[in-house]
């Protein structure tokens, strides 16, 4: 009953907080803190408690629950939760613990609605890791859009109304490719099979081949690639992450972009390997233009949180290509790569929402000299900019060489290209803290520095880049093995 619980304290405690939002903003803010931490050690004490059987037990599912749900049509209610998934699970009650503190001042209107919103996208979010019956992979799906386009459209910047609606238009248009591509999967599998179901295992047994197997994988495809997102469908990203508060870029870069990479490889090449193996070279070449493109685009921006949003387009292209290399040590790759950066990009967005509540501009051209006067930020935004552009040591490195030296079994010039993302990764990254932390204090800014309540949080994030970064391996035991079992499942 794990996941059941998990997601249940999610979706009741939103109504909660609602509640009690009305009468004290306070009581809404620790309800949720307390909340997403009962969630956060839950899974901490499961995952050290199966780690052995995660390790050892060659890829079985950790937790598994499956209820009719709507018989008639082949509808269940089946959570499961495997290696996987579980380190993305804790991933996102992780950073929604960051959203809700690093929101703590920032938010002052409509407190108990925004923690409604902010617990509704984190139980669809976690949904989305869980699900394994395609109907309920869908519900979870579309829980996550409103609240963040209200997330956005409410407590956004100038122009969220804009940021919101974009962002609302790409992703519902997307995800009705992959609600036809659904639908198309459930028909031919029950004219086959005679057994109208959206089971993830039955469909993995459909026989689906030629232009119907390629059109549904695209269908698929397409869904998952803007929300990872990948270029050309990647446009609503800066804005949204722009206009959006603190805590909406922290969920929408830590976590709404994993479920993309998650269900390229969960559901896209398992279901349609021979059509995902035909498209993979054009899938590298998307990764490669998205690398480089979101790095140089990067460069150019003069606003702080655009330029992190376009960052990670470039960032998430190795996840793209790790996934279609499709060999052990490239899925490894992607999967660091996800938990790697939404840590540090959650972090980024953390200290650039901060440094805006303080100077009140994001605009880099205006900033300069900060390290003087907040050498705190400046020595923890450094610390996480070296992670962005890969500084050995710290978490994303793991990511990115893992994907580059298994995406070179598959497609060596691939890798090369991929390669240069880590140099362009280098100058912007670089160019952040030149552009804000050093020169001359020209706007004669005099912030205060990062508080205690910020340290702490921006704290355990540095613990835990630096822990994946130094020693990976219990991610990589409780991963392997349903990475195999998904490599496995493809073999035949």
């Known amino acids: 009953m794990i996941l059941v619980i998990l997601i249940a304290v999610l979706f009741a405690g939103g109504f909660l907080v609602w509640g009690v939002g009305r009468r004290s903003p306070l009581g809404a803010r620790w309800i949720s803190l307390l909340l997403l931490s009962f969630n956060l050690a839950v899974t901490a004490v499961f995952w050290v408690q199966n780690y052995d059987r995660t390790s050892f037990s060659g890829g079985a599912w950790l937790a598994d629950i499956s209820w009719d749900w709507i018989p008639s049509l082949g509808i269940r209610f089946h959570l499961a939760l495997d290696g ?39 139980a669809g979010v976690t949904g989305v890791f869980v699900a394994l019956d395609l109907f309920l992979f869908y519900f979870f799906w579309e829980v996550m859009l409103v609240p963040m386009y209200f997330l956005i459209g409410i407590w956004g910047h100038e122009r969220r109304n804009y940021a919101a609606m974009k962002f609302f238009i790409f992703t519902q248009a997307a995800s009705l490719f992959l609600l036809i591509a659904i639908l198309a999967l459930y028909f031919i599998n029950g004219r086959y099979s005679g057994l109208y179901t959206f089971e993830y295992f039955s469909l993995l047994q459909t026989p689906v081949a030629g232009p119907t197997a390629m059109l549904l994988m695209l269908g698929f495809f397409i869904s998952f690639a803007v929300k990872l997102p990948m270029v ?107 938990l790697c950066h939404g840590i540090s990009t959650g972090a980024l967005f953390m200290l650039a929402g901060s440094l805006q509540e303080r100077i009140h501009t994001r605009d880099t051209s205006r900033m300069g000299g900060l390290w003087s006067v907040m050498p705190r930020m400046g020595g923890v935004a450094m610390l996480f ?25 598959t497609s060596p010039v691939t890798s090369i290209l991929g390669t240069a993302g880590l140099i362009f990764a280098t100058i912007y990254s670089l160019a952040i803290i030149q552009r804000a932390f050093h020169g001359e204090n020209s706007g004669r800014w005099h912030p205060g520095d990062l508080t205690v309540r910020e340290m702490s949080i921006l704290g355990v994030m540095i613990v835990v880049i630096i822990w994946l970064g130094l020693y990976p391996q219990p991610v990589f035991g409780t991963v392997l093995p349903a990475l195999q079992q998904l490599i496995a499942s493809t073999a035949g």
Request: proline letters at 5%.
């Open 232 to 338: 050309p469908f990647h446009t609503w990203l800066p804005d949204a992450h722009t206009e959006a508060p603190t805590a909406g870029s922290v969920i929408l870069a830590g976590l709404l972009l994993k479920t993309g990479g998650y269900g390229i490889i969960r559901f896209v090449i398992p279901l349609f390997p021979e059509a995902a193996k035909e498209f993979a070279p054009v899938a590298f070449a998307l990764a490669v233009v998205g690398i480089i493109y979101g790095a140089v685009i990067a460069f150019s921006q003069t606003d702080l949180k655009r330029l992190v949003a376009y960052t990670s387009i470039s960032h998430l292209g190795f996840v793209l290509m790790g996934a279609f290399a499709w060999n052990e040590m490239a899925l490894q790759g992607s999967l660091m790569q996800m």
């Open 385 to 409: 900019v070296m992670a962005s552009l890969g500084l050995p040591g710290l978490g994303n490195f793991i990511g990115e060489f893992l994907v580059l030296m298994g995406v070179f079994q």
């Open 84 to 122: 996987f998934s579980l380190p993305l699970v804790a991933l996102t009650f992780l950073l929604g613990i960051m959203a809700v503190v690093c929101s703590w001042n920032e938010i002052r209107e409509r407190v108990g609605f925004f923690h409604f919103n902010l617990l509704f996208v984190l």
